[in-house]
């Protein structure tokens, strides 16, 4: 069974930095692509940034220019690097692997807190 654990979540002050870190329990060339989720209370689970094998990443329009995605092939793990932390960047951050073939497959993390606030 695949594991996947983050680590690096807290409390920081709007305008701070935070650097979470996912460990994969499998290769992370065996998923098409890795990433990160977020959900806020009272609203829906959303992708917040995601790279494939190839390197290409994908942001949410919101962390653009903000957080920038990583990943370490020889060690299996995803990073997530946020700076510029806004309010609205407080949720539960959870990583993800996801194989895409003739269904889609996703793996999570258990979740790590995110609060920006004064």
């Known amino acids: 069974q695949v594991q996947l654990v983050e680590s690096g979540g807290g409390l920081v002050h709007p305008g701070g930095s935070l650097r979470l870190s996912c460990a994969v329990s499998?290769?992370?060339?065996?998923?098409?692509?890795v990433g990160w989720y977020r959900q806020a209370p009272g609203k829906q689970r959303e992708l917040v940034a995601s790279?494939?094998?190839?390197?290409?990443?994908d942001y949410v329009g919101s962390v653009k220019g903000r957080f920038t995605v990583s990943r370490n092939n020889a060690e299996n793990t995803v990073s997530l690097q946020m700076n510029s932390l806004i309010p609205e960047d407080t949720a539960v951050y959870y990583c993800?692997?996801?194989?895409?073939?003739?269904?889609?497959?996703?793996?999570w993390g258990q979740g790590t807190q995110v609060t920006v606030s004064p």
């Open positions: 993800n692997a996801k194989r895409i073939g003739p269904t889609v497959i996703n793996y």
């Open positions: 790279i494939s094998n190839g390197g290409s990443t």
């Open positions: 499998a290769s992370i060339f065996s998923f098409n692509t």
